[in-house]
């Protein structure tokens, strides 16, 4: 089946230009004239990548790559931002916080599409393999949430094994309490860092000598390391 791109734009001239190029280069489209509907869409289908005007009549178009790129489920989609010339600032703004790539208005349809087929290559390139392992000690099983040690199987618990796989999936790789906190409810709910530390505390426990991977590094937070 070919892949979803999502158009969230509200000038409708640009939205149908962008969709029958799309259409063209065999991608399926659906257009969003508001920052709402496409988030409500959110909850029901995942597209391929997200193609994002910055400036839509309901949100602003950084807020919702904002809420995508903090929130673990939809986290990995691409998204293009359409900005006009003058939103330099947005545009800096809008890659730092994980935008993929921009483009300007006015643009070409053909470049644009260029853009899609780029992103969406490098996007399924970095895609985490299903397994993962630390040393010859521990397996990870992302799909089916499963862990290993040394072939044993442990039973953790869903912040855990969240917790276990983000840092191993950047091994070495130091993060902060609160970005362990963002990664794992996104930006809307209000938690204390030492959470972070107790959920660690926990992981350490039930990994047994394993649990030598997890690096305090102290005033900073964590980080995987075999
Ligand atoms: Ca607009």
Not at 56 to 73: H, Q, T, Y
Request: hydrophobic residues 40%.
């Amino acid at each position: 089946m070919s892949r979803l791109i999502a158009v969230v734009e509200d000038e409708s001239d640009i939205a149908n230009l962008v969709e029958l190029h799309l259409k063209k280069a065999n991608f399926r489209v659906k257009k969003f004239a508001d920052g709402s509907s496409f988030l409500q869409f959110l909850e029901y289908e995942t597209p391929a990548l997200v193609i994002l005007d910055l400036m839509l009549p309901d949100m602003d178009g950084i807020e919702i790559c904002k809420f995508i790129r903090g929130n673990k489920r939809y986290s990995t989609i691409p998204i293009i931002m359409l900005t006009a010339r003058s939103e330099e600032a947005d545009r800096v703004l809008g890659l730092e916080i994980g935008a993929d790539d921009y483009i300007v208005k006015p643009f070409s349809p053909r470049e644009l599409v260029a853009r899609v087929k780029a992103v969406l290559r490098r996007a399924e390139k970095q895609e985490t393999p299903e397994i993962l392992n630390i040393g010859d000690v521990v397996k990870i099983d992302l799909s089916r949430h499963k862990v290993w040690v040394y072939k044993k199987e442990i039973e953790l618990t869903p912040t855990e094994f969240k917790i276990l796989s983000l840092l191993a999936e950047r091994k070495g790789w130091v993060f902060s309490r609160r970005q362990i906190l963002q990664y794992l409810w996104g930006n809307d709910k209000i938690v204390l860092e030492r959470t972070v530390d107790v959920h660690i505390k926990h992981l350490r426990e039930k990994l047994g000598e394993a649990g030598r991977f997890i690096k305090n590094v102290r005033g900073v937070g964590y980080k995987l390391e075999p």
